[in-house]
């Protein structure tokens, strides 16, 4: 593959000068104090014509053989972002690399190595809601895909035949369950899926899948939350050491929400990931791009994004 640039700190500016978001206490403690992206939203760092080319912070979705409408993607005054949804690919219209004809096969930051992944934003659960009520598909979410699986197809699971895939999908924010009538308002998904095998051989419908267990997905904010007003979500990543488990943390305003979920170092092991102590560990071998998007009529206006590291050094950046 051709050469992958680190990333430099990407950072939204005010008259030209670079602003540093504060660092989180959940991002300090481990070590991530380095600002490795931070943006606000207009047309200098939003592609909106699908150009495809460098220099941007967030990319139309175009994965998978689908394409957002641009027009769904509204840029506000206050360098804000609203999100109007999609019909034809529901929660998923902007996010952080697109695949390019170049060298690379992609552009724009793919983010490895751990991470502490947080966004601000806001969205109406009567949209929602009413939305379930007409059966429209989609919900306000925040999520990412490793670039291994999604653009570069290099998600092999060695030793195991051609075309068996092996690939962790993060859902850090999902407000699905109010629109599925399995919780109450203050109810929202944080969830990880290690999905494995053969696509629609190991499996019938699709690849297999390993979810987090039961319940496990459910965090509940306080009963009293509106989600009409901004809120921070965030997610921490630790990956794991010889002898340390790595894990991940789901938080929101700076609070975790539910248990932290570890594993072991994953080196290979052969499937299936069904109870292993290494599930979800591939996860520290990828490198995720970040995605935005909700369903349709279910508004959700996005203020900021931002990740902190220890360094850049292990993204992926063109």
């Given at each position: ?110 983010f490895g190595g751990g991470a502490y992944i947080e ?200």
């Amino acid at each position: 593959m051709a050469s992958l640039l680190p990333l430099a700190v990407l950072a939204a500016t005010v008259s030209g000068v670079p602003l540093q978001a504060e660092t989180p206490s959940a991002a300090a403690a481990v070590g991530y104090n380095v600002n490795t992206f931070s943006a606000d939203f207009n047309r200098s760092n939003v592609d909106l014509s699908a150009s495809g080319k460098p220099g941007f912070q967030w990319y139309l979705w175009n994965l998978f053989g689908y394409h957002a409408n641009p027009a769904a993607v509204v840029l506000n005054p206050d360098q804000s972002v609203t999100l109007l949804g999609d019909k034809i690919n529901p929660d998923s219209e902007i996010m952080t690399a697109t695949p390019a004809h170049n060298a690379a096969r992609f552009v724009g930051t793919a983010f490895g190595g751990g991470a502490y992944i947080e966004a601000e934003f806001k969205f109406n659960p009567d949209d929602v809601a009413w939305a379930a009520y007409m059966k429209s598909s989609g919900w306000p979410s925040f999520w990412a895909l490793p670039i291994e699986s999604c653009i570069f197809r290099s998600d092999h699971w060695p030793k195991q035949p051609p075309g068996y895939v092996h690939a962790v999908e993060v859902d850090f924010f999902e407000y699905l369950y109010f629109h599925m009538g399995e919780g109450p308002r203050h109810a929202y998904g944080g969830s990880m899926h290690d999905w494995y095998g053969i696509p629609n051989v190991t499996c019938p419908h699709g690849s297999c899948e390993e979810p987090m267990r039961s319940d496990e997905p459910k965090r509940f904010a306080n009963k009293d939350i509106d989600f009409k007003r901004y809120h921070r979500f965030g997610f921490l990543w630790v990956p794991a050491k010889p002898g340390k488990p790595g894990y991940a943390r789901f938080l929101l305003d700076g609070k975790p929400m539910g248990s932290d979920r570890a594993w072991t170092q994953y080196t290979d092991q052969p499937p299936t990931p069904h109870n292993q102590p290494w599930l979800f560990g591939v996860l520290d071998q990828q490198h995720l791009i970040l995605i935005l998007g909700t369903g349709p009529n279910q508004p959700m206006t996005i203020r900021s994004v931002n990740v902190w590291q220890s360094s850049a050094a292990q993204n992926l950046h063109q």
